[in-house]
């Protein structure tokens, strides 16, 4: 073998493995210890910026009490990969990439909607393609994502016009109670001739809330599922 070609096969070992023991230091924090990464920990601040703080006690307040907002939910816990062929590629494009808040119900904890607080880093390019997939995403699984501008107060009146489908509805008979009576099928629950024994709530077949009498924006009262907007169930099968 010439001597030139056999000193680059040496040279090329020797990098090789500086290569092979910088990686490993780097891995043990430098020192040689395979625990010394710990070192570099610390806890954050907060789980929530001080803008994400004030609107999370704003959106709250405002909210149907059967909702609750969870912070800094990851993409992939909102949705599944479905269909045959390896997973690793869809769950691949949606990466660590986290919501800022989802909104789940509490009887189901179905995520009924999701919300971005962009402030100003979502106009560097990198984020405007990350807010791009978490868009398409959402859509596509049919969750309604809705994004609102990072500002240094939140008031009142602007939150429940950015979330006004998640409030209580106008046409909602805000008195109405259960209707108590508990047959085996929901239309002869709430037939005209029907009684009660039991006493217990009438329960949706879709979501499992209780069915109540309810008005609508025409002033017919109906029986309907009292977790509208998420459930649309009426008695008459009609929603």
């Known amino acids: 073998m010439p001597n030139g070609l056999l000193l680059l096969l040496v ?23 395979p625990d010394a990464y710990l070192d570099r920990f610390a806890p ?37 990969v479905v269909g045959r062929g390896s997973k690793l ?3 691949g494009k949606v990466g660590a990439k986290h919501i800022d808040f989802a909104i789940c119900d509490t009887v189901t904890f179905r995520v009924v909607g999701t919300i971005e607080v962009d402030d100003a880093t979502h106009q560097r390019a990198d984020r405007a393609d990350s ?10 699984v049919g969750i ?4 609102i501008r990072a500002r240094a107060s939140y008031g009142r009146q602007d939150v429940e016009t950015a979330l006004k489908q998640f409030l209580v509805p106008a046409e ?4 109405a109670q259960p209707i108590l009576t508990a047959p085996t099928s929901v239309a002869a629950a709430l037939s005209p001739g029907s009684s009660s024994s039991s006493g217990s709530p009438v329960a949706c077949p879709r979501c499992g809330l209780a069915v109540v009498e309810r008005t609508s924006k025409a002033g017919k009262r109906f029986q309907g599922c009292s977790g509208f907007p998420a459930c649309r ?3 008459d099968g009609l929603a």
Request: glycine share 8%.
């Open 131 to 140: 807010d791009k997939t978490k868009d398409a995403v959402l859509a596509k």
């Open 233 to 235: 169930y009426t008695a």
């Open 44 to 80: 954050a601040a907060a789980l929530l910026t001080a803008n994400e703080t004030e609107f999370f006690r704003v959106a709250q307040a405002v909210l149907e009490p059967r909702y609750r907002l969870f912070a800094k939910v990851l993409l992939r816990d909102l949705v599944e």
């Open 11 to 33: 040279l090329a070992a020797v990098i090789a493995l500086i290569g092979f023991i910088a990686r490993q230091r780097a891995g043990t924090g430098g020192t040689g210890k």
């Open 172 to 175: 909602v008979d805000r008195a």
């Open 144 to 147: 309604p994502l809705i994004r």
């Open 89 to 91: 590629g869809p769950l």
